[in-house]
């Protein structure tokens, strides 16, 4: 069964400390990989997409990698305004289907 | 260029009522997914919609049910509501059945069931 497991559950950081998030996912047939942000109470927002091993994208911060079976967001020198949940997301083409399954998330706080 | 909207924002039905909820895709999108996130946890898949056909289906009762317009726009309906269907529902647009990979999110509506 697809499976999308998120680490950790939550994260807190000093402003200016770099960490990673991880995304595991176990899927017959990736079609992509996906990373949003969601702040309390919204709609998550896209970030990046990843489709195949060894591809990386950036975005101010942010640093989305991609494995055979595993994702990593980095986030470089945080700021307060970073404080979000970030999730994890595939997509599976097995059987023709294109659903997304989502992780549960990595709750980020990052402290002034 | 509008992205995703969604109505109502808010919402409060006791056990037993329906609900509606509306969703408008972004300009030039044709497919809309529907996602219910509880408190805490990622976006589950309802299901899906393209060319006015329900395409794919997630582990939901038929309890929900949904349409699309033929100006894309889509809408949920969830009947004999439990105090489980709380949560916020989440619309996403994308192209070509989810074939053009990114989804883009709706502001969610929040359905409090009493």
């Known amino acids: 069964e697809d499976q999308v497991t998120q680490s950790p559950e939550a994260l807190r950081l000093q402003e200016g400390e770099s960490s990673s998030l991880n995304c595991s996912y176990t899927v017959s047939g990736l079609r992509g990989l996906f990373w949003y942000r969601q702040d309390p109470g919204k709609g998550p927002e896209f970030l990046f997409t990843?489709?195949?091993a060894g591809e990386e994208k950036e975005k101010e911060r942010l640093k989305a990698t991609l494995t055979k079976k595993e994702s990593f967001l980095h986030i470089t020198a945080p700021k307060p305004e970073d404080s979000a949940t970030y999730l994890c997301?595939?997509?599976?083409?097995?059987?023709?289907?294109?659903?997304?399954?989502f992780g549960t998330g990595t709750r980020l706080k990052v402290l002034a | 260029d509008a992205g995703v909207t969604q109505s109502p924002t808010h919402l409060i039905k006791t056990r037993g009522q329906q609900v509606t909820l509306r969703c408008s895709p972004k300009?030039?999108?044709?497919?809309v997914s529907w996602y219910q996130q509880a408190l805490g946890q990622g976006p589950q898949f309802i299901f899906q919609?393209?060319?006015?056909?329900?395409?794919q289906r997630g582990n939901f009762p038929d309890r929900f049910s949904g349409h699309q317009f033929p100006n894309y726009s889509s809408e949920l309906n969830v009947n004999a509501l439990l105090l489980g269907d709380s949560a916020l529902y989440l619309c996403?647009?994308?192209?070509?059945?989810?074939?053009?990979?990114?989804?883009?999110f709706g502001p969610g509506t929040r359905l409090t069931v009493l």
């Open positions: 997301a595939v997509q599976d083409t097995t059987s023709g289907t294109y659903k997304y399954i």
């Open positions: 996403a647009s994308s192209l070509l059945g989810g074939h053009g990979g990114e989804q883009f």
């Open positions: 300009s030039g999108h044709d497919t």
């Open positions: 919609y393209y060319e006015e056909e329900e395409r």
């Open positions: 990843l489709y195949s």
